[in-house]
């Protein structure tokens, strides 16, 4: 599990493990508290730095939770989390033997005229460079012969707890919908690592919210931080 730290991350961790699975969770930085899951192995893995092989080596699959924040400063240059990352996480499953990939891309790569023209506006001005990185990590995903991958198209990522009544279509979310939950996308992932559904291909996972949690001024908030 790559990207562990982060939120969705976070959320699929706890849902391998209340599906059964041990789980190997890779952080940038080791957390201050690992929990006391013997089930749980916290790792520290630079993916743009580091040979990964031994840190997936004997692994049935590989989920990555890698993503960037939305901070002004991060955006106008993102790290290549979703390019390079997600290269040198393919050369290590690779070297590994390992087949299952499982990876965050969004809905907005391929359909940008989702949700509001005061959504549409701000959000695809803001992320248009990590989109970017987004569209080529697929395109480099579909050139890896020996990966079995699946790239999850989300919507925009909000928190709450799981739910059991997400949607997925192929290739880009309901044109009425705008959020997915952190929490259903890592259940979804961890789905996709143990039934290979929806292999080489690019599910789009989206949930009909209250009306507060699309609203201007929460997707504004969440924008710049606030």
Not at 171 to 186: G, K, M, S, W
Request: one cysteine or more; proline letters at 6%.
């Amino acid at each position: 599990m790559f990207g562990a730290s982060g939120a969705t991350g976070r959320a699929a961790v706890a849902a391998a493990r209340k599906r059964g699975h041990t789980v190997r969770a890779m952080h940038h930085t080791l957390p201050d508290d690992e929990g006391d899951d013997p089930q749980v192995t916290h790792l520290q893995a630079d993916v743009l730095a580091d040979d990964l092989s031994d840190r997936v080596r004997g692994v049935d699959a590989v989920i990555s939770c890698l993503g960037v924040g939305n901070d002004p400063q991060t955006l106008l240059s993102p790290p290549p989390l979703y390019t390079e990352g997600t290269e040198a996480i393919c050369d290590a499953m690779e070297s590994a033997d390992v087949k299952r990939l499982i990876v965050i891309s969004a809905s907005f790569v391929e359909a940008q005229d989702r949700g509001p023209i005061w959504f549409k506006l701000p959000a695809m001005t803001s992320l248009h460079l990590v989109f970017e990185q987004m569209a080529e990590m697929e395109r480099n995903l579909k050139q890896r012969e020996g990966i079995e991958w699946t790239a999850v198209r989300a919507g925009w990522l909000m928190e709450g707890a799981a739910t059991d009544d997400y949607v997925v279509q192929a290739n880009v979310i309901p044109e009425d919908l705008i959020r997915t939950r952190h929490a259903d996308l890592a259940d979804f992932m961890v789905r996709l690592a143990e039934d290979n559904d929806w292999l080489r291909a690019t599910p789009a996972i989206a949930r009909k919210e209250p009306p507060e949690a699309s609203s201007p001024e929460a997707v504004l908030k969440e924008m710049t931080g606030g």
